[in-house]
């Protein structure tokens, strides 16, 4: 069983419009929560973390975290067709490991 | 954010050989840094856990013997696949933690291995 799912995608969205990406995990006892982008033939850029419910705002930004739902969602606000990438959600499991669970990531395409 | 130096960007070599790929962090030391491999269109695979002074942690599956990480300070992680197949040929990818509490990773660019 996979401890961090995304939906692969393709996800389309019009350039200007909102994208919405999302991810779950298993591990209830999961601290950190990370999305990163992947643009093809390139390494992950980390563009958000998240540790406490709710939402928090970066620039076009959202990030949203829901532990009792074990949900981790991104949302891209304004979409350009350079957001369009792969993008990883990535887990810290249990707070102190120092390494990360990476989703398979979801395609995203933002059309002009 | 945190700099991460991997060189070199990309590698085409013969079967049989050996390549060596360095990380480096270059505004901050790294007592741990991560090797991960990415196959086209699949997410990255954890290959080992890179520890400042000590021996590599492997994840199950890892040829330790095939895939050999040296950690010789704070701020360079090398990572050598020896006798290089066509199988290996793929992306491969290092990435240290910056900070303390935070648990941010920063990737290097990435190395992409070609074996003939």
Same mark, same amino acid.
Do not use: N
């Given at each position: 069983q996979k401890e961090v799912e995304q939906n692969s995608g393709p996800l389309s969205v019009p350039e200007g419009a909102i994208a919405s990406l999302n991810c779950t995990y298993s591990d209830r006892g999961s601290q950190s929560f990370f999305w990163y982008r992947q643009y093809s033939g390139k390494?992950?850029?980390?563009?958000m973390f998240i540790y406490s419910n709710g939402d928090k705002e970066d620039g076009r930004f959202t990030a949203q975290l829901n532990k009792a739902s074990q949900y981790v969602s991104l949302l891209i606000r304004d979409s350009q067709p350079s957001d369009s990438a792969t993008y990883l959600c990535a887990v810290n499991p249990d707070g102190s490991a120092r390494q990360l669970t990476f989703g398979s990531g979801t395609q995203l395409t933002v059309l002009p | 954010g945190a700099v991460v130096s991997q060189h070199p960007s990309r590698v085409i070599c013969k079967s049989g050989t050996s390549v060596k790929i360095e990380c480096r962090s270059l505004d901050f030391q790294a007592t741990?840094?991560?090797?991960?491999?990415?196959?086209? /269109?699949q997410s990255l695979m954890l290959m080992a856990t890179s520890n400042e002074g !000590?021996?590599? %942690?492997?994840?199950?599956?890892?040829? /330790?013997?095939?895939f050999l990480i040296n950690h010789a300070s704070l701020t360079l !992680?090398?990572? %050598?696949?020896?006798?290089?197949?066509?199988?290996?040929?793929?992306f491969y990818i290092c990435s240290a933690r910056s900070g303390s509490?935070?648990?941010?990773?920063f990737f290097g660019s990435g190395t992409q291995l070609s074996v003939l």
């Open positions: 390494s992950p850029e980390l563009i | 741990t840094m991560f090797w991960y491999r990415q196959f086209p /269109k !000590s021996k590599a %942690t492997y994840e199950q599956g890892v040829e /330790k013997d095939k !992680s090398t990572l %050598t696949v020896t006798s290089a197949h066509p199988e290996d040929s793929s509490w935070e648990e941010k990773l």
